[in-house]
DNA sequence: ATTTGATTTAGAATAATTCTAAACTATGTT
DNA sequence: AACATAGTTTAGAATTATTCTAAATCAAAT
């Protein structure tokens, strides 16, 4: 998909403006890279994709993309044991599986609530505003996905 | 405490034994300093705490050192949100917590098997041999710890 | 004693990310 | 419409944690 569905580009401008931010073609294009593929691209990875439709644009920029798009909410950083920062506009509570093999990450879909039941293993005055819950291995001959 | 206790010196060099690798004063040294102020210290944490106590000892080795203990199963990484890696020698299953507001990382002790539990969310094909819990938020104010 | 291999060390190299400052773009105001 | 203002993009420099390199040191085993 070349260009960003009217429901993700209303998506878009909504949260970029409600963080008082101006929707741009660059943002739109590395969201739509974003939503496009959704298997944790990597910054660089990011960069290589939007640069293949959006020649122009450099590597600062999509940085400063990314900042704007996880700022407003429609994306999050997904970060594993010290390797580049990935990127996710997977927004339902989910957890994650990193191949020790592949190196590559996977959502996994956890029941509901239980995200926010997890928060009750924390002493009283421990206030979490995020849950971070990653596994790592590797997955069994058979499926790829 | 300057240096080790005989219990810890005992689980250190037969750790390093059974990982192949020798039991030297640098490495005896940054395992106390891990002992010694638990509080998820960073290679440069360790590197200066060490130094004041090992004042020849280098970054480089204290690099080696970390690695070393890692490797050999006594110390574990932790690591947040890209910042410097941190290390730890609490072997128990714990998660962590993270205030945004002091930047300090939490020990967060769980009930017996709550860790292992939480694999079975996980999807047949997916098999894991670590799981992280990591909160973020901030601590109400009362106590600092 | 000598060889062998592991370890330590200082400093160079790497790599992801952030910063800087200039150019560009869009928006709101008269 | 012209202009001021503020936000955005851009290339390249700077930063920073970490890893690499190669030489020096050390320890164990022949």
Redesign the pocket.
Known sequence: MKSLKQMDRGALSDA?DHA????????EMVFSVLLDERNHP???EVYTRTKSR?P??????????L??LVTCGLVKQV?IE????RYCPNLSPHAHFHCRETGRVYDVPVPEGMMKDLVKVLPGNYSADSVELVFRGHLEKGKTK
Do not use: F, H, K
């Open positions: 970029l008082g931010q101006r929707t741009t073609p660059q943002r990597t910054a660089d959006m122009t644009i450099s590597m600062a920029t999509v940085y400063n993309c900042e704007a970060n010290r390797e580049p920062t």
